[in-house]
């Protein structure tokens, strides 16, 4: 790669990582006057990564700001809530309008928005140095870039925060997730009927399992084109049953997690049995037509710092939240947008970065809290007693129909 240079004229802003908090900052600090580079790891598309994601508010709004207007719908409104037993029998409801998208909508729309000259693919930051006067990234081939700013949005394993908080590394949950979209069109219309215009739940014991539909293949959202999403959270024990369900047939044990074509086929058809012994039949019903679902291990990250001089950490290199509160887009948005917001307003780059961190550290401390007291039914091991009375709690339908997937507890004092 060519060498990025600093020249005179608009600040120069490094972004590390070219996923959602990447682009999300590259397209704010770019609005905010920065000259913006992108450098990601991965070369080629990083298309297909996760399913659904709800559209929250704060991530509608900040798409707002910073100018961007998808074209058509974000994705599928739901209306209603639906809690299933384990007869089947729908034995609560609630309303909650929401817009359910996908990882790949949401990609698809910031990879647009941003000039593909600045975004850098097979780039991998191995080191930065930094001065009174600029900060340098050094990159695994050799090459370096030189900006006035670097923001570290390069996630769960970020190179950036271990360069700078070595200690802080991601703590497993006790839980996993199997995930997967299923084409709407795979539906028999009965169960189309029962499950596939709601937000639906049901809880077996120390399990949740949850799905919602989203758009097809390249925001599609004609009926019958779309396809439903589901979450199914399971207990795993982190020395005995997590290794076992990383381990591919080749006998190799993944660490943190498993690329889905490696998982081992007898964890996949141990888990369809469970299917067929746990679930409300209705989402037995849908597990059946799931060709190729994967595992997700649950892990929590939090920093106790987000700016490092000239260096800023946000979305999940800084804070990752299991996904019961579905703030994990939305918050980097909102991370995106302070760290834009801190630049334009205060006199320097190291102050604004303080300030940064000031509007930013307490809220992603809150979400992770938050997401703890909603996952404690779930973990394998409940450590603490504020755990188990949360566990308690969100074993419950009322509880879980909600505060699952709404940021509304941040607007409380
Ligand atoms: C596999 C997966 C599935 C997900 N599914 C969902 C979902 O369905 N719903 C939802 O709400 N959220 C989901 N999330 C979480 C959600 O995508 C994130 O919370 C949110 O998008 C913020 O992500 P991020 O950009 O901070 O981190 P990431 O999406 O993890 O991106 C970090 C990027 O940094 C790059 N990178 C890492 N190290 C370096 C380096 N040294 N140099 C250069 N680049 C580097 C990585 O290749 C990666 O592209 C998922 C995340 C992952 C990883």
Redesign the pocket.
């Known amino acids: 790669m060519a060498q990025v240079t600093r020249q005179t004229g608009a600040p120069r802003a490094l972004v590390?990582?070219?996923?959602?908090?990447?682009l999300l900052s590259a397209l704010a600090l770019a609005r905010g006057g920065f000259d913006v580079e992108v450098?990601?790891?991965?070369d080629g598309a990083?298309a297909g990564?996760?399913?659904?994601?709800?559209a929250q508010p704060q991530l509608i709004e900040v798409f707002r700001k910073v100018g961007l207007a998808p074209d058509g719908e974000l994705g599928v409104h739901v209306s209603e809530r639906h809690m299933f037993d384990l007869a089947g029998r729908c034995t609560h409801r609630t309303r909650c309008a929401q817009i359910m998208t996908s990882?790949d909508r949401v990609f698809d729309l910031l990879k647009t928005a941003f000039p593909a000259t600045r975004y850098h693919g097979a780039?991998?930051?191995s080191r930065i140095d930094q001065s009174g006067t600029g900060v340098t990234a050094h990159f695994a081939d050799g090459s370096r870039a030189e900006g006035d700013i670097l923001v570290g949005?390069?996630?769960?394993?970020?190179?950036v925060r271990q360069l700078f908080l070595p200690d802080v590394t991601p703590r497993y949950a006790g839980y996993t997730a199997w995930r997967g979209l299923i084409a709407e069109a795979a539906f028999p219309p009965g169960l189309h009927a029962a499950l596939f215009e709601i937000f639906a739940f049901c809880l077996p014991p120390s399990e949740q399992m949850l799905g919602y539909p989203v758009a097809g293949p390249d925001n599609d959202l004609r009926p019958g084109h779309r396809r439903y999403n589901f979450v199914w959270y399971r207990p795993a024990s982190e020395h005995e049953e997590l290794p076992r369900l990383l381990t591919d047939d080749r006998g190799r044990t993944h660490a943190l997690s498993i690329p889905p074509p490696l998982i081992a086929k007898g964890v996949i058809a141990a888990m369809r049995a469970d299917a067929e012994r746990v679930l409300a039949p209705q989402f037995r019903e849908m597990m059946r037509l799931a060709t190729q679902p994967f595992l997700?291990p649950i892990y929590d990250i939090a920093v106790p710092r987000m700016a490092f001089g000239r260096v800023a950490l946000l979305?999940?290199?800084a804070f990752v939240a299991r996904?019961h509160v579905?703030a994990?887009?939305a918050k980097?948005a909102e991370d995106a947008l302070a760290l834009a917001d801190a630049l334009a307003e205060a006199p320097d780059v190291e102050s604004a970065l303080r300030r940064f961190e000031a509007a930013r550290l307490g809220i992603g401390h809150r979400i992770i809290a938050r997401a703890r007291h909603l996952g404690a039914y779930v973990q394998a091991e409940r450590r603490t007693a504020e755990e188990r009375v949360s566990a308690e709690r969100h074993r419950t339908p009322e509880a879980v129909l909600a505060e699952t997937a709404t940021l509304d507890f941040l607007s409380e004092p």
């Not at 450098?39 to 991965?42: I, S």
């Open positions: 590390i990582g070219g996923s959602m908090s990447g450098f990601e790891r991965v990083l990564r996760g399913a659904g994601i709800v990882w780039t991998e930051l949005a390069d996630g769960i394993r970020s190179t997700q979305g999940d290199a996904p579905g994990g887009v980097a």
